[in-house]
């Protein structure tokens, strides 16, 4: 069997070794979701994409090193980056990607930014778990839940430097009944709305660098409470990224760039 292109790229960035790398596999046909599982666990990043062509577009998965997931916003914004990058779509054309969370799309933006069209997924407020705060370092903060079959929790707290000085048990985390856990609070910089993190230990993920996904839930919160549609998020991880977002009904419109950081083959 012929061997396949694999890259890795970093997303939500314009530079190297910065937002948040995601492991992209071209497929020329089916593979087992073993050997998927396998390769995402073998190359240790947040999230491994797989791309499969079909008639209409493209079939896109993605694999965290322990599990696939639902929704990964980093993962298909390095996914079209590549598809584009290598030849494989045209300059011009939209990447559509059929996903276990519908259709998604990617376009060209402005300054050669991407702009993917993601669903929204809107926080309600919830108790908190037993061990939440205890897990964050966190004494109190609104608590909200974004309904998913795998949900996040959603923390608001009003201290923008404790936010960014989190050092939190990731075992606590870990054994809490959600996917993860977003702690945002108010941006603190110019040109920034709002600023966040995000933690996944039981998905093999204790602190994503940038996370598209956890935007869905961010942008209309945010967009309530500050009486606007189009922002900037910053992810405060030691990586760092920025992430446009627009709401647009039950749709939101992340917008980054990305960088490849290597290209190679691996056979299946």
């Known amino acids: 069997m012929a061997s396949l292109d694999l890259w890795l790229v970093d997303a ?3 530079v190297p070794f910065e937002g948040n790398p ?8 089916p ?4 050997w998927m599982q396998s390769l995402a666990m073998e190359l240790n990043q947040a999230e491994t994409a797989f791309i499969l062509k079909e008639a209409d577009g493209h079939r896109l998965r993605w694999f965290t090193p322990v599990s696939e997931v639902d929704l990964c916003g980093h993962a298909t914004l390095a996914s079209a980056h590549g598809l584009w990058e290598s030849g494989r779509l045209p300059a011009g054309q939209p990447a559509r990607f059929a996903t276990r969370s519908g259709l998604l799309t990617a376009t060209r933006a402005e300054g050669g930014a991407i702009a993917l069209d993601f669903p929204v997924t809107r926080p309600s407020p919830a108790p908190a778990p037993a061990g939440l705060f ?5 004494v109190e903060g609104a608590v ?9 929790y959603l923390i608001v ?3 923008t430097t404790r936010l960014r000085r989190l050092e939190p048990s990731y ?3 870990r054994n809490l009944p959600v996917r993860g856990v977003i702690v945002t609070a108010p941006g603190d910089e110019p040109g920034i709305d709002f600023v966040s993190r995000f933690f996944a230990p039981a998905f093999g993920v204790d602190e994503d660098p940038v996370t598209g996904s956890a ?11 500050l009486g606007k549609s189009t922002m900037v998020g910053y992810q405060a991880s030691k990586r760092g990224g920025r992430v446009g977002v627009r709401v647009r009904g039950d749709r939101v419109e992340l917008t980054g760039r990305a960088v490849t950081v290597f290209k190679g083959t691996i056979q299946p």
């Open 171 to 173: 075992g606590g985390i």
């Open 31 to 34: 593979v087992p979701d073993r």
């Open 144 to 152: 909200f839940s974004n309904g998913l079959p795998q949900p996040d």
């Open 22 to 29: 995601a492991g992209v596999c071209f497929l020329d046909g």
């Open 134 to 138: 205890e897990a964050l370092g966190l």
């Open 12 to 14: 939500f960035t314009e």
């Open 157 to 159: 707290t009003q201290d």
């Open 215 to 225: 935007h869905c839930t961010l942008a209309p919160y945010w967009a309530n409470r």
